[in-house]
């Protein structure tokens, strides 16, 4: 698989200014190594040459070829004939958990922000009553709806069309959750060893399908503040991939949202190398103050696009419904690969969703101003206790995804966890290793709980800064349990 390729343009924006202290060579170096290891530049990378980065930093030959070096020396860099200069990682740094981690048993008093959904809705009552009292129409059959309940996939295919991307019921299939409809999607798309392009930070509960797999992964960043289209679609191009996993609609870690120009730039480069599209929509509901429209569906864009989206972020995910939105053509593949993994979501759940679709498709204003409430007040707390914390206000979505001083994410965490406080550090949400720098904090609780949880950060942040946290340094606890949102 070719590697993809940074441009040396691309690469003096990211590296910035010089630094006035110290030797210029090591001030480039500093600044890679730091884009490489917060996952900014994806492992695997082929970097500039020396020449062009020369020319497009304005300093010496000497300069940027001793940069390089040290790179090298520290294992940040590796030579590949043929492909020039790529990124790397040193030994024993790359480090992927199966997901986000949550004890069947929290402690008592502890704040949890490793879940980054919501309590249910106002009305749940009333729609399992009304589920109830629709189920005789369905208790004569064996139960198992493979493609769904009938109404519930109408429901949902008018959403998609209302939405800009006409559907019928026939493109529709319900799932037991979006992590089942993902998977469903990998396992009828791929074969094993074949390449998938991913974001980085990214949704982390696709790894373990992908390792069963043997799949490889050509990654690319994704920015705090977006992302980099013109890398995405040079790597769309190199890496010769038979999907590409994305997540344009409030991201999730970062909230970002993909405009329809950016969506139709990726799309026309997913079309020249017939690479499908698998989305996550399971956030896309979540608008908090964006302004304007919402842009069309990534499938709207690309015609080789499956959708997946869930209930468990706009309604509750106490209730397991998913779906997958595929043009007729990828479904005899997709029914194939379903029926090892889910051969039917639960009726009764799917009434119950179809009751609060037909009240609101998406989440309601009370809820949408709850989150924005908590949002504000979470944001507020960190500027004021955590000042050298970086994050940018994302307009929709239900999580912060926080930028540290310095790659310490798993001992802040730890640290935290000793303080009742736990969240998920950013290394799990790495494609391709790094990101040791970020942590996740979503904005689901109450302003108070918030605001305590961020008393609890900045203890945990002062520990690793004194030095404190020193027993913590190089270790993981065991896994907290099964995987989460």
């Known amino acids: 698989m070719p590697a993809p390729v940074l441009s040396a343009v691309r690469a003096a924006d990211l590296i910035g200014p010089a630094r006035r202290e110290g030797p210029a060579y090591q001030g480039v170096a500093d600044a ?3 884009l490489i290891a917060d996952g900014r530049i994806a492992v695997g990378t082929r970097l500039p040459s020396e020449r062009d980065l020369t020319a497009a930093l304005g300093l010496s030959r000497t300069t940027v070829s001793s940069a390089y070096a040290v790179l090298r020396d520290r294992g940040y860099l590796t030579s590949r004939r043929g492909s020039g200069s790529v990124a790397s990682l040193p030994a024993g740094v790359v480090r992927r958990d199966t997901g986000l981690h949550l004890s069947p048993h929290v402690p008592e008093g502890a704040i949890d922000l490793t879940c980054a959904a919501q309590r249910a809705p106002a009305g749940m009552t009333q729609a399992a009553e009304a589920a109830i009292a629709a189920s005789p129409d369905y208790l004569s059959g064996s139960g198992y709806h493979v493609d769904g309940v009938p109404e519930l996939r109408r429901a949902i295919a008018d959403h998609y069309t209302e939405r800009g991307l006409p559907t019928s019921a026939d493109e529709v299939l319900v799932t037991t959750g979006a992590v089942v409809g993902t998977a469903i999607a990998a396992r009828a798309l791929l074969s094993a060893g074949d390449t ?3 974001e980085t930070p990214t949704y982390p509960n696709i790894f373990p399908t ?5 799949a490889r992964i050509a990654a690319v960043p994704v920015e705090p503040t977006g992302w980099d289209v013109p890398t995405m679609t040079s790597t769309i191009r190199a890496a010769g991939a038979r999907a590409a996993f994305l997540l344009p609609d409030f991201h999730n870690p970062t909230g970002n949202l993909m405009s329809d120009e950016q969506r139709a730039e990726v799309a026309q480069a997913l079309r020249h190398t017939r690479t499908t599209a698998i989305v996550d929509e399971t956030v896309v509901e979540i608008a908090l103050d964006h302004d304007g429209p919402m842009p069309l569906p990534f499938g709207a ?5 499956v959708s997946v989206g869930s209930a468990s972020k706009s309604h509750w995910g106490g ?3 998913g779906w997958i939105r595929a043009p007729q053509h990828l479904h005899e ?3 194939a690969a379903r029926v090892p993994l889910d051969i039917g979501a639960p009726v009764i759940d799917q009434l119950v969703l179809l009751h609060l679709m037909r009240a609101a498709p998406g989440i309601t204003q009370e809820r949408r101003a709850l989150l924005v409430e908590s949002r504000d007040a979470l944001v507020t707390a960190l500027r004021t206790r955590c000042p050298g914390l970086r994050f940018v206000v994302p307009r929709g979505g239900l999580s912060l995804w926080v930028e540290l001083p310095k790659p310490v994410a798993l001992e802040v965490t730890l640290a935290a966890e000793d303080e009742g406080l736990l969240f998920a550090d950013g290394p799990r949400f790495a494609a391709a290793g790094g990101l040791d720098r970020w942590i996740r904090l979503p904005y689901v609780l109450g302003p108070d709980e918030l605001t305590e949880a961020v008393e609890r950060l900045a203890r945990a942040l002062a520990t690793v800064a004194d030095g404190s946290s020193a027993r913590h340094r ?4 065991p896994p907290r349990g099964p995987l989460v949102a």
């Open 32 to 34: 890679l190594r730091l």
């Open 196 to 198: 998938v392009v991913m």
């Open 210 to 214: 992908l390792r069963q797999l043997r």
């Open 301 to 305: 864009h690309h015609h080789d696009t």
């Open 319 to 321: 209730l397991r419904i």
């Open 333 to 335: 593949r997709l029914h």
């Open 474 to 477: 190089g270790t993981r606890r």
